[in-house]
């Protein structure tokens, strides 16, 4: 199947500026640390380095939970910005849990807040409005209205884009979120990327959304390569997909879900396994090292043990 971009003649854009137990399933590779992976110094200092974890931060202090993924991500000094995939804060996105348990653990506390780019999930929406979300994280989550919004890093094209789809109006292609994704990846010679917080497959308890396969769909149509969201509290990595399901190398969008920022992990179901790997045994974060060609993604856990890795080159 061809694709080519959509043309629109008026897009509205905001922009916003980049800040300089369970058992585990999945291939047979051996972990190795995070130090070991990092050999390529050339392609690694030319690379954005850009961390994406959702389903975060609980109204509790368990033994591990979200500091420890906001002090792997704060660790690394060669972080340029980190994509928070929704559900940050539980039970519900008010913003004195913000304040007094995400921000600590993975905002402010760990300088982390002003090199996040941020998505609601329903959890936010628990809080009218998702007031205590858009309070939070002020400009840096879009016009509360809309709750989506572009950004460029390192020639890549990302939308981060709001699945609470009847929030706002809708996430299909005629929808005037799903205008604004279509026209923010409308950029000749450039790599995309979408982020939200509903998959659109996922293997975990909750399945497959209509509202990320809406999404997931303009990606696909505006030759995205990657869609990242959350939701489940696991880890997948999918092949590159069309919006039917079927693989596809040459066009198809990978997918990743990464629901373990801290909140309790939970299981697959037992029927499916489309996944080229998966895992729900430990909390962690996706290293995305973006370069202008392609990227790099790792899977780190909280203890640093890289857990998958995968990489692709941006579609012609």
Excluded at 137 to 152: C, F
């Amino acid at each position: 199947m061809s694709r080519r971009k959509s043309v629109l003649a008026a897009v509205a854009a905001i922009c916003l500026a980049a800040g300089s137990p369970a058992v585990a399933n999945g291939d047979s590779r051996q972990p190795s640390s995070l130090e070991a992976q990092e050999s390529d110094t050339a392609r690694a200092a030319a690379s954005t380095v850009v961390w994406a974890v959702g389903d975060s931060c609980d109204n509790d202090h368990a033994a591990v939970d979200c500091d420890d993924v906001g002090r792997l991500i704060a660790n690394d000094a060669a972080t340029d910005a980190v994509l928070a995939l929704g559900d940050l804060q539980y039970e519900n996105g008010s913003l004195t849990n913000f304040n007094r348990f995400y921000d600590p653990k993975m905002g402010r506390g760990k300088g982390l807040w002003s090199k996040t780019f941020p998505v609601p999930g329903n959890h936010e929406y628990l809080t009218a409005g998702a007031a205590g979300y858009f309070s939070y994280w002020q400009g840096r989550a879009g016009d509360k209205s809309r709750g989506y919004y572009g950004v460029t890093l390192g020639g890549w094209q990302l939308v981060g884009a709001n699945s609470m789809c009847a929030k706002v109006g809708g996430c299909g292609a005629t929808s005037a979120q799903g205008r604004f994704v279509a026209g923010y990846l409308d950029r000749a010679g450039s790599c995309e990327l979408v982020f939200n917080h509903h998959p659109a497959f996922s293997d975990g308890g909750h399945g497959d959304y209509a509202e990320g396969r809406a999404l997931f769909g303009v990606a696909y149509q505006n030759r995205a390569e990657l869609f990242l969201s959350g939701h489940d509290h696991t880890y997948q990595r999918f092949a590159p997909r069309r919006p039917d399901g079927s693989v596809s190398s040459a066009v198809g969008v990978r997918q990743f879900v990464v629901g373990t920022g801290g909140k309790t992990l939970t299981g697959f179901k037992p029927d499916r396994h489309r996944t080229e790997y998966r895992q729900n045994s430990r909390f962690g974060a996706l290293r995305l090292a973006l370069t202008p060609t392609g990227y790099s993604a790792r899977f780190v856990s909280v203890g640093g043990t890289v857990m998958d890795s995968s990489s692709g080159t941006c579609h012609s």
